[in-house]
């Protein structure tokens, strides 16, 4: 079961931090940690994370409502924006506007650490905490289906993954749902990805309460 850590990404590891939610792959040593904050009135998701040399991080994917900036604090980024291919390397920045398919990788020799911010957060660290979740609880390269096309069904209109075109897709996830219903996959609180359990990243330490009057509204 994944539950919320207080650890901070290093070079070597991780080492306690409080107020973050910490997420990490088992497959491809990826560790992300998470917390929601406000800036000029909006919700945002601070974001700092690390992946190993060589290895893939999230499929192509898009996120509908949300822009992604970060920063490469070490190592060499890969990524596709939208087609494009784009190699960013320490001190370099990457936007990833809404609504733009992308995906980034490690090809370097060194671990790639990097720190970003999302505006305005809609869902993202509900769905990564899911997301993470789910990957974790099966083999490498092959999550468990009817988990993945739960998360994906229920954040369809915020986010998406684009393993099979969004078409298709509309057809085929409430499908493999409902028969994940039937077979009993969703029953109680203990399955992969469950929302009981897989839930938003906590606010930054010292937001004003004009600040969480924001985050209630959003």
Not at 14 to 23: F, H, M, N
Not at 136 to 159: C, D, E, I, V
Request: with cysteine.
């Amino acid at each position: 079961m994944m539950t919320t850590t207080t650890e901070t990404v290093t070079a070597g590891g991780t080492r306690p931090a409080p107020g973050w939610l910490t997420l990490s792959n088992r497959h491809t040593g990826e560790v992300l940690r998470m917390r929601r904050t406000v800036q000029d009135g909006e919700l945002c998701l601070e974001l700092e994370g690390s992946l190993p040399a060589h290895k893939n991080g999230p499929p192509l994917h898009i996120h509908y409502r949300e822009h992604e900036e970060g920063r490469v604090t070490s190592g060499t980024l890969s990524a596709e924006v939208d087609g494009r291919r784009l190699q960013i390397e320490a001190g370099g920045v990457a936007s990833l506007p809404a609504g733009l398919p992308h995906r980034w990788w490690n090809d370097g020799d060194q671990p790639l650490m990097f720190g970003g911010i999302t505006r305005p957060l809609i869902d993202l660290d509900i769905y990564l905490h899911a997301a993470f979740e789910i990957l974790n609880s099966g083999p490498a390269n092959r999550p468990p289906l009817f988990y993945m096309a739960h998360l994906a069904w229920r954040h369809r209109k915020t986010q998406a993954v684009l393993f099979a075109p969004l078409r298709l897709q509309a057809v085929l996830l409430p499908a493999i749902v409902f028969v994940g219903t039937i077979f009993g996959r969703y029953r109680g609180t203990d399955w992969p990805g469950c929302p009981v359990r897989c839930v938003a990243a906590p606010l930054a330490v010292g937001v004003t309460a004009v600040s969480q009057t924001a985050v209630g509204a959003a």
